[in-house]
C-alpha cells in the first residue's frame, strides 16, 4: 500500500530542513534561531511549537527527549528527527518546484 | 531540588504561563525552552534585558495559549461529537469569520455599536443611581439588620413621624430583650465650632450612647459613649468624624481627651470614627442625648429620629408586632396624646428613602428603557438590512450543504460581538454621566439624599449594565437570526439580485420605525412636562419678590445664648449693623424664610372654637420676624398694621395671620381683633392679615401665622436682606457686619433668595434634567431610524421610480410619493406614541405627587414637532429618489 501523501507549507519545509541541518542539536530553540538566521523569518514562539506540533501529528517529526539540565530548571530538552513521511514530504515538494522553476531562471535573472 | 543556576526569570510570570499550558503537549519542553533562552539572554545582555524579553515572550505564549484553552474547552461542551476538524477550530474561524465581516462594513459597525453603548449607557447610569439611592444607599455591615421604629399616625402626610422623647423612653424600657437591641435615638444638632480658625457651623447630631452599636460603627481613635454620658451632667462630650479631625485639627493623634469649644461650651473628644462614618446625612460630630425633666414627660414634641438592631434570630415581623403591642399599651396609658397613634418598623433604607424617590426612579428607569428600546430597534433595522443584502451568499452557502444553525450562530455571533465591543463605552458614558450627576449636585443638598455620594460604577451597576447588554442582544440579534434561519434558497437564488426581500420584511423594517416614533414621544411629553413645571414655579407667583434678597443663617448655640433676651438681643443688633452695610436697603430676620429647606408648624387654637384633644388641633406654618420683614420680602399686608418696635415683650401678645389662615378659620368676617393660640403659648390678639407665600410647592399656598421676634425669640434665624444690586455682591461686608455683633457665631447657607428657590426645585430640575437628555437621545434616534429605513426603501425602488419617470412622473410626484409613505409610518407612530404619552403622563401625576400636570395641548405640540421633524429626515431620501435618472435606474437593474 502506498504511504499517504503528506503536503507541507512553506514554514513547515522550512522546519523539516533546518532539523535536517542541526542533526542531532534540533530542539526548539536552534531551530527558532536558524529560523531568524538562515530564512530571514521571524516567527513567534507560539507559532513554532504549533508547526512542529502540527508535523509530529502528521507523521514528519518524530520526537525524544533528552537529559534533565539544571539551565532548564530540571526539564529536559526535546529533540526533533524527521521521519521517512518528513524525507518523502520534502522530496514531493522539491520536485513540484524544480518542475515549476525548470526554464524560468534565465526569466528570472533578467527581470 | 533544583539548584539555582545565575538569574531566574520572573517567576508569577513563569506560574502563569505554567497553568496556560495545563493540558498542552510541549508544555514542559515551552518553559524549558524559555528558561535556557533566558539564562542565555541574561548571560550576553544583562538581567533586566533579559528578564523585560522574559516576560514579554511568556506574556504572549500565556494569552495564546490560555485563549486556546478556553475555546477548546467552550468547544467541546457544545458539540463533543465535532465532525471536520476539531470544535474549537469551528468556533475559531466562526469568531474570525464574524470579525471579518463585521470589520469589512465598518461603518455599520460603528453606527451599531455607538447607538448600543448611548442606550445601554443611559440605562446603566440611572442603575447607577437606583442602586446608590433604593438598593445600597448605606455600607455598614449587617445593613438589613438596622431599623428604624417610627410613630405612626393616620393625620401625618406619609403617615410616619419622628418620635417624641416619652414615647422612646417608654419604647427602650418596655422593649428590653426584644426582638430589637441598642435602640438609640438621634436629635439634629447644628453645632457651632470655634477654635484656631474662623466659626464654623458644623452638621451633628445628639444621639444615645447605643447609637454606635446600632449602627456597629466603631472609633478609629478613642471609644464612643458611655452609657453614663446620657445624664446631662456627664454629656459635655463628642465623637468627631475623620473628616472633621482632618480638617479642623490636623489629624491631631493625641485629640482624644483634648477638649474643644463647641456652642461655647468646653467638651473633651472620646473619640474620631473612621472615615467610612457619617450617619446619618454625612454628619461630622455626634454628642450624647440627655433629656431633661419635661422632656421624659413630652409626647407631644415629635422630634426624635429612632435607630435599633434586630437581635440575633430575630426578624422585621417579630419587631413589628412587639412595637406594635407596646403602642397600643401607650395608646391606652396617655389616651389625650397617643390615641390615635401607632408604631411601625422599617429597614433602614426604607426608613431613610424620602417618599418620592422611587417614582422619580421608576420614571427614569422607564424612560432608559424605552431609549433602549428605541437604539435597538435601529440595530435591529440595521442588521436586517444588512442580513438582507446577503441574502444571496447565504442561499448559496445553504444550497452547497452549510448548516442553517451555523448561519445562524454565526449572526448571534455577531450580535454578540456588536455588544461586547460596547459595554466598554457603555461604562464610560454611564461613568461620565453618573460623575457630571454627582458633581451638579450642591454639596448642602447631597447630605439629605441618602447615597447620592456614594453615586458611581460599582461592581452591582457594571453587572447590572451587561445583564441589560445581554438582553439587548437577544432583542435585536432574534430579527435578523430569524430572518436568517426561514431564508428559502431557491426563492433568494431565483431573484434578479435585488436586495432587500419581500413585503414581510419590509413591513417588519416599517414596524419598528413605528415603534421608534411611538416610544419618543411619550419621553418628550415627560420632558417637557418637567421643565413646564420648574419654570411654572421659579417664574410664577410667590407672594413675595425673590429677587436682590440675600440670605444668611445662623444657629444660636443655648451656652452664650441661654434665654429669650440674649436672643432677641443678638437678634436686633444683628438687623441693626446689617442695615447700615454699603448696599444694603433693609435688613430683617426671621425663623424661616420662604422656600427655605426648614419649617416650623405649629398646631393652633381658635378663640371660642374650643377643641378639646390637642392631637387635633389644626396645623399652621408658624413664623417668628422682626419688623421690617414684610418690607424687606416685599410681602403685602392685606388689612390691619404690621408689626411695630412697640409689639415688644410684655407688652399684649399679637399676630398676624396669612389670608389663607384668614378665610379658613374666619371665613364670614374678619379675624382682625379676634384671638389665637399656639399650644402652650399665650392668647394672641390678631392685628393684621397679610399674602399668602408658596413655601413648599408640594403645598402651594398655606395658612401662616406671623409672631414679632421679641414675643418669641427662637435659636435658629434667617436673615434677609434687600439690596441695591447684586445680592451676592454684599456678601464680605454682610459677615463683616454680622462678626461684629459676635465674632464667635458662624453663619451659613449665604446665598440669594433666588438661589435659595432654585435649590428648593433640585429635584425637580433633576427630573427635568434627566428626562431631557432621554428625551434627546430617544428624539435624535428615532429621527436617524426613519431616515435610515426611508433611504432603504428609496433604494429598493430605484427601479420601479425610474420606470415611473419613464412613464411620465415628475420629480415632484416621485417625492411626494416617498413623502407621504414616511408620513403614514409618522402617522402611525404618533398615534401610538400619544397613548403611550397619556399613560406616562397619568402615571407621573401620580408618582411625583401632582407636582406635574399632563397638559393635552404640550403633548399635541410635540406630537406635531416630532412629525414635522421625522418628515424633514425623510426629505433627503425623497430628494435623491426624486433625482433618479430612468436610464440609469433601468440599466443598473
Given at each position: ?94 520536485r513540484?518546484?524544480?518542475?515549476l ?9 533578467t527581470? | ?71 477548546c ?27 471579518r ?29 437606583v442602586?446608590?439611592m433604593?438598593?445600597h ?8 439588620r ?22 422612646f423612653?417608654?419604647?427602650r ?105 457619617t ?80 417614582a ?36 448559496i ?11 445562524i450562530?454565526?449572526?448571534l ?60 442582544a ?61 419654570r ?32 432677641e438681643?443678638?437678634?436686633q443688633?444683628?438687623?441693626e ?11 430683617s ?7 427655605a ?63 389663607s ?41 398655606v ?21 441695591a ?19 464667635t457665631q ?20 433633576y ?40 412613464l ?15 408620513a ?23 408618582g411625583?405627587?401632582?407636582?406635574v400636570?399632563?397638559d ?7 406630537a406635531?414637532?416630532l ?27
Amino acid at each position: 500500500m502506498k504511504a499517504k501523501d503528506v503536503y507541507v507549507g512553506e514554514l513547515e519545509q522550512q522546519i523539516l530542513l533546518i532539523v535536517l541541518r542541526l542533526g542531532d542539536d534540533a530542539y526548539a530553540n536552534p531551530i527558532g534561531e536558524m529560523l531568524t538566521l538562515t530564512a530571514r523569518r521571524r516567527v513567534g514562539r507560539g507559532a513554532l511549537y504549533t508547526a512542529l506540533e502540527r508535523l509530529e501529528a502528521k507523521g514528519c517529526l518524530r520526537s525524544t527527549m533528552g537529559e534533565p539540565l539544571p539551565e532548564r530548571g530540571g526539564r529536559a530538552r526535546r529533540y526533533f528527527t524527521v521521519t521517512a513521511a518528513g524525507m518523502r514530504a520534502l522530496r514531493d515538494s522539491r520536485r513540484v518546484l524544480l518542475g515549476l522553476w525548470d526554464g524560468l531562471e534565465s526569466k528570472l535573472e533578467t527581470s | 531540588m533544583t539548584p539555582r543556576l545565575g538569574p531566574e526569570p520572573p517567576c508569577v510570570i513563569e506560574r502563569f504561563l505554567d497553568r496556560a499550558l495545563a493540558g498542552a503537549i510541549y508544555r514542559d519542553d515551552i518553559i524549558g525552552d524559555l528558561r535556557e533562552a533566558f539564562l542565555d539572554l541574561a548571560v550576553r545582555r544583562g538581567e533586566t534585558v533579559a528578564r523585560l524579553w522574559y516576560a514579554a515572550h511568556a506574556t504572549r505564549l500565556t494569552l495564546r495559549y490560555g485563549l486556546r484553552i478556553t475555546l477548546c474547552a467552550r468547544a467541546a461542551h457544545y458539540s463533543p461529537q465535532a465532525r471536520g476538524g476539531t470544535a474549537m477550530d469551528r468556533v475559531l474561524m466562526d469568531v474570525r469569520y464574524a470579525l471579518r465581516s463585521l470589520a469589512k462594513r465598518r461603518g455599520m459597525t460603528v453606527a451599531v455599536v455607538v447607538t448600543l453603548a448611548l442606550g445601554i449607557g443611559a440605562n446603566a447610569a440611572v442603575f447607577g443611581v437606583v442602586d446608590a439611592m433604593l438598593l445600597h444607599p448605606f455600607t455598614m455591615p449587617d445593613v438589613d439588620r438596622i431599623v428604624m421604629p417610627m410613630t405612626t399616625s393616620p393625620r401625618w402626610s406619609g403617615h410616619r413621624e419622628t418620635v417624641s422623647p416619652a414615647d422612646f423612653l417608654d419604647w427602650r424600657r418596655q422593649w428590653a430583650g426584644g426582638a430589637v437591641e441598642h435602640l438609640a435615638a438621634t436629635e439634629w444638632w447644628d453645632a457651632n465650632l470655634v477654635g484656631r480658625d474662623e466659626p464654623e457651623r458644623v452638621l451633628g447630631f445628639h444621639v444615645s450612647p447605643d447609637f454606635f452599636a446600632a449602627l456597629d460603627g466603631r472609633a478609629a481613635l478613642g471609644r464612643t459613649f458611655l452609657a453614663e454620658e446620657e445624664v446631662a451632667a456627664n454629656a459635655r462630650r463628642v465623637v468627631i468624624s475623620d473628616g472633621l479631625w482632618r480638617r479642623r485639627f490636623g489629624a491631631d493623634p493625641a485629640i482624644v481627651g483634648q477638649p474643644v469649644l463647641i456652642d461655647g461650651l468646653q467638651s473633651i473628644v472620646v473619640g474620631v470614627m473612621p472615615p467610612t462614618f457619617t450617619f446619618p446625612q454625612l454628619a461630622e460630630i455626634w454628642a450624647p442625648l440627655s433629656f431633661d425633666e419635661k422632656a421624659t414627660r413630652n409626647r407631644t414634641g415629635h422630634y426624635l429620629t429612632v435607630f435599633g438592631r434586630l437581635a440575633n434570630g430575630r426578624t422585621l415581623d417579630d419587631a413589628r408586632a412587639q412595637l406594635k403591642t407596646i403602642a397600643q399599651r401607650l395608646a391606652a396609658d396617655h389616651p389625650d396624646t397617643n390615641a390615635q397613634l401607632g408604631a411601625e418598623v422599617m429597614t433602614l433604607s426604607r426608613g431613610m428613602a424620602d417618599v418620592g424617590v422611587p417614582a422619580v426612579l421608576g420614571l427614569w428607569q422607564a424612560a432608559g428603557i424605552f431609549v433602549l428600546l428605541i437604539a435597538c430597534a435601529n440595530i435591529a433595522n440595521l442588521l436586517l438590512a444588512r442580513a438582507a443584502e446577503r441574502d444571496r451568499e447565504i442561499a448559496i452557502r445553504l444550497a452547497l450543504g452549510s448548516s442553517r444553525g451555523r448561519i445562524i450562530r454565526e449572526s448571534l455571533l455577531e450580535s454578540a460581538i456588536l455588544v461586547a465591543a460596547s459595554i466598554p463605552l457603555a461604562l464610560a458614558i454611564a461613568s461620565a454621566s453618573l460623575r457630571l450627576m454627582h458633581a451638579m449636585m450642591p454639596a448642602r443638598i447631597v447630605r439629605y439624599i441618602a447615597g447620592w455620594d456614594r453615586l458611581g460604577l460599582d461592581a452591582w451597576t457594571v453587572g447590572g449594565t451587561i445583564a441589560c447588554a445581554a438582553v439587548a442582544a437577544l432583542i435585536f440579534g432574534a430579527l435578523p437570526a430569524m430572518h436568517m434561519a426561514r431564508g428559502i434558497v431557491a426563492d433568494a437564488l431565483k431573484s434578479d439580485g435585488r436586495t432587500g426581500g419581500g413585503p414581510g420584511r419590509q413591513r417588519v423594517r416599517r414596524a419598528l420605525v413605528v415603534a421608534e416614533i411611538a416610544l419618543a414621544l411619550p419621553l418628550l411629553v415627560a420632558a417637557m412636562l418637567s421643565i413646564s413645571t420648574i419654570r411654572s414655579y421659579l417664574i410664577s407667583w410667590q407672594g413675595y419678590d425673590p429677587n436682590n434678597v440675600l440670605t444668611l443663617r445662623a444657629v444660636l448655640p443655648e451656652s452664650r445664648y441661654p434665654d429669650d433676651d440674649s436672643r432677641e438681643r443678638f437678634a436686633q443688633l444683628a438687623v441693626e449693623q446689617l442695615s447700615v452695610v454699603a448696599g444694603v436697603r433693609q435688613a430683617s430676620v426671621g425663623n424661616v424664610i420662604p422656600a427655605a429647606d426648614s419649617n416650623s408648624r405649629r398646631s393652633i387654637e381658635i378663640a371660642g372654637k374650643p377643641i378639646a384633644d390637642v392631637s387635633k388641633w389644626p396645623r399652621v406654618d408658624y413664623r417668628v420676624i422682626s419688623t421690617q420683614y414684610f418690607e424687606v420680602l416685599r410681602l403685602p399686608l392685606l388689612s390691619g398694621r404690621t408689626f411695630t418696635t412697640a409689639d415688644r415683650k410684655g407688652a399684649e401678645p399679637v399676630a398676624i395671620v396669612s389670608e389663607s389662615l384668614a378665610r379658613k378659620y374666619w371665613p364670614s368676617g374678619s379675624p382682625i381683633g379676634e384671638r389665637l393660640r399656639i399650644e402652650d403659648g399665650p392668647w394672641m390678639r390678631v392685628v393684621g392679615i397679610c399674602g399668602d407665600v408658596v413655601h413648599d410647592w408640594f403645598d402651594g399656598r398655606v395658612a401662616t401665622l406671623y409672631r414679632p421676634l421679641p414675643q418669641a425669640p427662637a435659636d435658629s434665624l434667617f436673615f434677609a436682606v434687600r439690596t441695591a444690586g447684586d445680592p451676592m455682591a454684599a456678601v464680605a461686608d454682610a459677615r463683616a457686619a454680622l462678626a461684629h455683633v459676635d465674632a464667635t457665631q458662624p453663619l451659613f447657607d449665604i446665598m440669594s433668595m433666588r438661589q435659595v428657590l432654585s435649590d428648593r426645585t433640585i429635584s425637580l430640575q433633576y427630573i427635568a434634567a434627566v428626562m431631557a437628555a432621554f428625551a434627546g437621545l430617544a428624539l435624535l434616534l428615532a429621527v436617524l431610524g426613519l431616515y435610515a429605513v426611508m433611504t432603504y426603501l428609496v433604494t429598493q425602488r430605484v427601479r420601479e421610480i425610474g420606470v415611473r419617470i419613464a412613464l411620465g412622473a415628475t420629480g415632484r410626484d416621485v417625492a411626494r410619493l416617498t413623502l407621504t409613505q414616511a408620513a403614514r409610518l409618522t402617522a402611525v407612530g404618533l398615534a401610538i406614541g400619544l397613548l403611550l404619552a397619556i399613560a406616562l403622563g397619568r402615571g407621573m401625576e401620580a408618582g411625583l405627587l401632582g407636582i406635574v400636570s399632563t397638559d393635552l395641548r404640550v403633548t399635541a405640540a410635540l406630537a406635531i414637532a416630532l412629525g414635522v421633524t421625522a418628515l424633514a429626515a425623510s426629505y433627503l431620501p425623497a430628494r435623491r429618489a426624486a433625482s433618479i435618472d430612468p436610464m440609469t435606474a433601468l440599466r443598473t437593474e
